[in-house]
Structure formats: structure tokens, C-alpha cells
């Protein structure tokens, strides 16, 4: 898992296997999302879509990288 700083502030990436992650797996990036006012966070997964989990947490398919 990666933390990136951009012109937008720090942006949490959390990185799954699988096409489905369980929200409940989520958690600590919601969290800091909440703890740093971070804009948003990115999950990385093996899923076919890119879309929004959360109001906050994007998922982006390994295969758009």
C-alpha cells in the first residue's frame, strides 16, 4: 500500500487482489482518509471497472495502470 503526495494533498492507494473486495476491508483507508481530510483514496484491484466504492475510495483496475 502506497501514500502519495500531490498537488491536491496526500492520496492513500491500497492495493487487492480479486476482482470483489469486501468493504469491510476498507476500513483503515477510510480511516485515514478521515484522519488526513485526504480528497479521496484509490483501491487497486483486478476488477473490470473503474468506479466509485465510497463518496471517497475509487477503484481502479490494475489493467488501466
Do not use: Y
Not at 494533498?9 to 482518509?33: A, H, M, V, Y
Not at 471497472?49 to 471517497?56: A, F, H, K, N, Q
Amino acid at each position: 500500500d502506497l501514500i502519495i503526495e500531490g498537488e491536491s494533498g496526500l492520496i492513500p492507494i491500497e492495493i487487492k487482489s480479486g476482482t470483489n473486495t469486501d468493504p469491510r476491508k476498507l476500513i483503515s483507508l477510510q480511516n485515514f482518509i478521515h484522519l488526513t481530510k485526504a480528497p479521496h483514496g484509490i483501491l487497486i484491484n483486478t476488477a473490470l471497472e473503474v468506479r466509485m466504492l465510497t463518496d471517497s475510495i475509487i477503484q481502479v483496475p490494475a489493467m488501466f495502470l
